[in-house]
């Protein structure tokens, strides 16, 4: 849950009626459309299988609100090295949330389109 926890940080929304949608459907058991009409997939109880890890995600419950809520509200800066990055990163995690593309899938392109563009800028 670590890359999903680092994406989901990295793309706090600033509005809190955003950051409150965000959390619903992170909280949802069930797959939906958001108050914004966007679709989503809920994950729980999906399994995320990466290289010897493997485990299942559940939906958020109070506790994951509560600690997820201190790690945003804990924050106290903005550390952005390289937007082409996070450009990259941004793009496929909608992908993902959207229901485009699996988790495995996400994290796959991800990796191969950082590691083209850190190749090519050196």
Not at 25 to 35: C, F, N, Q, R, Y
Not at 58 to 71: N, P, T, V, W
Not at 75 to 88: F, G, H, P, V
């Given at each position: 849950?670590?890359?999903?926890?680092?994406?989901?940080?990295?793309?706090?929304?600033?509005?809190?009626?955003?950051?409150?949608?965000?959390?619903?459907?992170?909280?949802?058991?069930?797959?939906?459309?958001?108050k914004?009409?966007?679709?989503?997939?809920?994950?729980?109880?999906?399994?995320?299988?990466?290289?010897?890890?493997?485990y299942?995600s559940?939906?958020?419950?109070?506790?994951?609100?509560?600690?997820?809520?201190?790690?945003?509200?804990?924050?106290?800066?903005?550390?952005?090295?390289?937007?082409?990055?996070?450009?990259?990163?941004?793009?496929?995690?909608?992908?993902?949330?959207?229901?485009?593309?699996?988790?495995?899938?996400?994290?796959?392109?991800?990796?191969?389109?950082?590691?083209?563009y850190?190749?090519?800028?050196?």
């Amino acid at each position: 849950m670590a890359i999903i926890v680092l994406i989901i940080v990295a793309l706090a929304p600033l509005r809190e009626d955003v950051y409150e949608e965000m959390v619903k459907v992170m909280s949802a058991t069930d797959s939906g459309k958001d108050k914004y009409g966007k679709e989503y997939m809920s994950m729980d109880g999906m399994t995320v299988n990466r290289d010897d890890i493997s485990y299942v995600s559940h939906a958020f419950d109070e506790e994951d609100r509560k600690e997820f809520r201190s790690i945003i509200d804990s924050a106290d800066r903005m550390l952005q090295k390289d937007t082409k990055i996070y450009s990259i990163i941004e793009e496929e995690a909608a992908n993902y949330f959207g229901g485009n593309k699996s988790l495995d899938e996400t994290c796959k392109v991800i990796q191969e389109r950082v590691s083209i563009y850190i190749n090519e800028s050196k």
